[in-house]
């Protein structure tokens, strides 16, 4: 039997895409399998008190976000619990309210969703662990993964730490479209402690949402090609991770970067998701990456803020470069350190 009532809490980390996820199949099927970088810093905190309620025809519940009761989240939570109520019954049964906080400052044009899935998916598992308290860590982790998928696609890479692995590999043991699973394989020991200084060139909303940017791969002129690039990325990977070899890093994570805006450029209809001040960092961290020989490189997501991604021991020379070189590009100067994390924990 459940409990009447209780509360749950639960902080999940964002995560940074090496190979991005860009395409998908009904429902939240990934086109190709992608990796990421769990972050640290960036992060949701979610809490969920649940209470039992009269009847269970509908779903009830309340959003407190950034401590203020937040009306235009709450379509999305509730397309979220109906795609989820097959998995977890109780959700009719109960009142939820839930509160949100991000670590990251609202609208800084980080996607809160990845984070924001994975925490609530979360809290939603661990009620039902209430019925099932002999559910082991792995079917717990793994169905938590699945539910924040649903909710999107990315937030299913938010649960563990510290590279994640998400879509149907076949040189990648236990690797499934449904879940994200810890990457297997021997990772050098500079990746363990890669630092991701994100730099935040544009807050405003972009104009194209990640949900309509999956849609136009349906069609693509490159899609089937770039799905076979993102597979041979993944393998290109592995030896490299193995041996930290940065030179080989960087080249694969600037490529998948730049492809997956190339996408966007050659869509029908297409878009530009990149700002000039994107341009003019990516311009000079080549520069200063060839000057230097520091082996800093980039990565984007589906926006146009720059993620800068650089081993812990040349953090104090990508200090000065920011200061000197590029919060000049950043919106009011602003960007966030942060590194690879261990995934999401209980509160
Ligand atoms: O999770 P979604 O549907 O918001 O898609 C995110 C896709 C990218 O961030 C662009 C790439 C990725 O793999 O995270």
New binding site residues.
Partial sequence: EFPLSGKVTWRAPS???L????G?KPVQIPANP?I?FTLDTCATTTSVTFTKKEGDADFSFDLLFEGKPKEEFKPKILTFFERIVSYLPFLKAYHFDIDTSNSFPHSSGI?S??SGMAALSLCLMDIEKQLDPTMDRTTFNRKASYLARLG????C?SIHGSLVEWGIHENIPQSSDLYGTEYPFAIDSVFKTYQDTILLVHKGEKQVS??V??QLMKGHPYAENRFQQAVQNLDSLKPILASGDLEGFIQLVESEALT?HAMMMTSMPYFILMKPDTLEIINKIWKYRQESKVPVCFTL??GANVHMLYPENVKENVQRFIDDELAMHCENGQYIHDRVGKGAVKI
């Fill in positions: 995560n940074i895409a190979v991005k996820y860009w998908k992608s990421s996607a969703s990845a999107s696609g990315s937030a890479r990640s949900t940017g999956h997956l997501d589906a």
